[in-house]
């Protein structure tokens, strides 16, 4: 199922000239030229862009501006009456926003290979198939919002099944970031301007008594077309997914790309596995003549009925290897719909970094047919081919950390990052498995600091018949006052059944008079 983010930058105009603002204060701005507020204002105050002439009218307001009631069309002079301190550009600048649009969306390749520009203030994201390499479409949108919002660019976000639903619920929706599985429902209840309709036919609609898209959607087609031509219909049509809305994605123009145009379309896993070598062969020779190896390759298929489907795979280290990268992409084959047939292909390497030296010895060490003694290199593939699966940022290892608290021991790294010098604490056995938080247990001890004789857990009692400890640990009185009279006492216990667990008691002040309540914190092997 097709799934599209819309992305509305309601205040887009005057976010940019902020952006470039600030970031001119130490290099030249990303975002495109034209006239900027003084950098050292502070964020709260009202900026607006006012045109040029003998009747200047605002044309752009940012969020404050906008909560002191100054909108678009407004007269300039009738502006500074009501907000006396207001600073204003110069003059709108229409070909730089397009511009810093366009690096917005190229940013944005970073979620999913197709993104396309929905001007004048919006970016669209393709996320079929790609928003589980960042955790689902919830955590994708997060990230995405709370970006923008790090740039200084206020945003709303839509997730819809048709790129014109993701538009509509964006700009008119009730919640700044939505997720939307059926959009019939959630898009006949918005206004008639949501269906992108020219203002003046969205007018003439409004008195005829249309006011939502489904009061629209219920009218006979026929004598709407007579009137208001097929641009409604079409519109519905688009909106509710009965017919395709394709999407123009950017693409870098430095990016390392293969192209194939096939003679006859294509349909079957075997034929789009052939273009998948020939494109990765390609591909992999551009990539050596750089000294550059892949971390993001983007594969999309043209069909013939004019839409796209995309592959998008990742690498946790830069790879050029084209047995590799061949194996991750045809791995996901499967998730293309070839509809009539696909007549050209494009592998984009959207992420390429130059190669370590241990990445270029074990090229050197295969070309050889020599044996890589590296246990990393060893992982490898198999890190990338999980991560591709189920999304890299799910697969992590263990390293070890300087400190007695059991639950800051330990903290989770990337499967392939270097060792941590610190090793891991041999002393005292540690479960391998951590609850957190540790959970409340009942207990029946014969004396205060004796290990208990029987605990419940999870309304299961549980004999003990073997118990090692206690292990007393401090709290750690630099990071927290209310640690310094606290301690735990640990026990590895073992029930009848066999099972091994770890609790404690946990006190504050004195072992002996203070209180203490225990707790389950791990779960031995």
């Known amino acids: 199922m097709r799934r599209v983010v819309s992305v509305y930058l309601p205040t887009w105009p005057t976010d940019r000239l902020r952006a470039r603002a600030r970031s001119s204060k130490n290099r030249r701005g990303r975002l495109g030229s034209g006239s900027a507020p003084d950098a050292d204002e502070p964020p709260d105050k009202p900026f607006v862009i006012a045109s040029t002439g003998a009747q200047r009218v605002i044309t752009a307001v940012d969020m404050a501006a906008h909560r002191l ?95 014109g639903a993701a538009n509509a619920i964006a700009r008119f929706g009730h919640c700044p970031v939505c997720i939307v599985d059926d959009a019939l429902e959630v898009v006949s209840t918005l206004p008639l301007a949501a269906l992108r309709l020219p203002p003046e036919m969205a007018m003439e609609l409004r008195r005829l008594g249309f006011e939502t898209i489904g009061d629209l959607e219920a009218t006979p087609r026929a004598p709407l077309a007579h009137r208001f031509g097929s641009l409604p219909g079409r519109r519905l049509d688009q909106v509710f997914g009965r017919i395709a809305e394709p999407i123009v994605p950017v693409v870098a123009t430095e990016a390392v790309q293969a192209r194939r145009s096939l003679v006859e379309p294509i349909s079957t896993a075997e034929a789009l596995q052939a273009v998948i070598v020939a494109l990765v062969t390609d591909l992999s020779e551009q990539l050596e003549q750089r000294g550059l190896g892949a971390r993001t390759l983007d594969l999309l298929w043209h069909r013939v009925d004019g839409t796209m489907q995309a592959i998008r795979v990742g690498t946790a280290k830069p790879v050029r290897s084209a047995a590799h990268l061949i194996r991750l992409l045809a791995e996901r084959v499967d ?45 490898a593939g198999l890190v990338d081919v999980l991560g591709n699966r189920i999304g890299h940022n799910r697969l992590y290892r263990c390293a070890p950390v300087e400190s007695d608290v059991p639950e800051r021991s330990v903290i989770r790294i990337p499967a392939l990052a270097p060792p941590v010098p610190t090793g891991w604490p041999t002393q005292w056995p540690r479960p391998g498995r951590l609850l957190s938080p540790p959970e409340p247990i009942e207990t029946l001890a014969l004396m205060p600091d004796h290990p208990p004789m029987a605990f419940t857990w999870r309304g299961v009692r549980r004999l003990i018949k073997r118990a090692d400890g206690p292990e007393r640990i401090h709290g750690e009185w630099w990071r927290r006052d209310r640690e310094t009279a606290a301690a735990r006492d640990y026990y590895a216990v073992e029930d009848h059944a066999g099972e091994r667990f770890w609790l404690y008691r946990s006190w504050e002040g004195s072992p002996d008079i203070g209180p203490m309540r225990w707790f389950i914190h791990g779960l031995f092997g």
């Open 69 to 163: 009631g100054l909108r678009r069309g407004i007269p300039l002079a009738h502006a500074r009456a009501m907000v006396p301190d207001l600073t204003v550009a110069d003059a709108a600048d229409p070909e730089a926003d397009a511009e810093g649009l366009h690096q917005l969306a190229l940013w944005a390749l970073r979620y999913s290979p197709m993104v396309a520009v929905d001007p004048p203030d919006g970016l669209w994201i393709d996320i079929t198939g790609a928003s589980h390499l960042v955790g689902g479409e919830r955590p994708l949108l997060d990230d995405l919002v709370g970006r923008l919002a790090g740039m200084g660019v206020a945003s709303r976000a839509a997730v819809a099944g048709t790129p």
């Open 335 to 379: 998730k293309v719909d070839p509809g009539f047939g696909i007549e050209a292909a494009i592998l984009t390497a959207t992420l390429a970094e130059p190669l370590t030296a241990e990445e270029v010895g074990r090229l050197l060490a295969a070309g050889a047919d020599l044996v890589p003694t590296d246990d990393t290199a060893s992982i």
